[in-house]
């Protein structure tokens, strides 16, 4: 599923109160075995996602612009619309009360539209979240 994503999509930023424009760019590389997702490609904010299959699990690794890199896990199911990454570990922590990404949810909800969310952690808490609100660019 993630493998469609490969292209271009624009659409909104949600981030608590503030909205602004967004582009993400997926990339299928590795044989086709690993999908990388750029946010805002060229801007300040830009960050990669790297995800991947590991037998009947999907793992992604989010290289984040605060430094670290938290790993998450998911166990997709044939058909389904969500798949919904929980956390594993973070690399470049230096406690648990560091500023992270924690999880995502990809909803797919067709092939042209797509909804992240992420969870941000801080203080060991829920600290608000992310959403994109995409379209695939034509």
């Keep these: 599923k993630f493998a469609q994503l490969a292209g ?8 608590g109160d503030a909205e602004h424009e967004a582009r993400v760019v997926y990339k299928v590389t590795s044989g086709g075995s690993v ?17 991947h299959q590991d037998g009947d699990s999907l793992l992604l690794t989010h290289y984040c ?6 790993q998450m896990k998911a166990k997709p ?6 798949v919904a990454f929980e956390f594993v570990k ?13 999880n995502v949810t990809f909803t797919f ?3 042209d539209t797509l909804t992240t969310e992420w969870t941000n952690y801080n203080d060991g808490k829920e600290a608000g979240k992310a959403v994109f609100q995409l379209k695939r660019k034509k």
């Design 8 to 15: 271009e999509w624009v659409g909104k930023g949600i981030h």
């Design 35 to 51: 999908v990388v997702e750029t946010i805002d490609p060229g801007g300040e904010h830009e960050m990669i996602t790297v995800i």
């Design 65 to 70: 612009m605060l430094g670290n890199q938290p």
């Design 77 to 82: 199911k044939a058909g389904d619309k969500k």
């Design 90 to 102: 973070a690399t470049n922590l230096k406690s648990d009360k560091d500023m992270y990404m924690r």
């Design 109 to 111: 909800v067709d092939k």
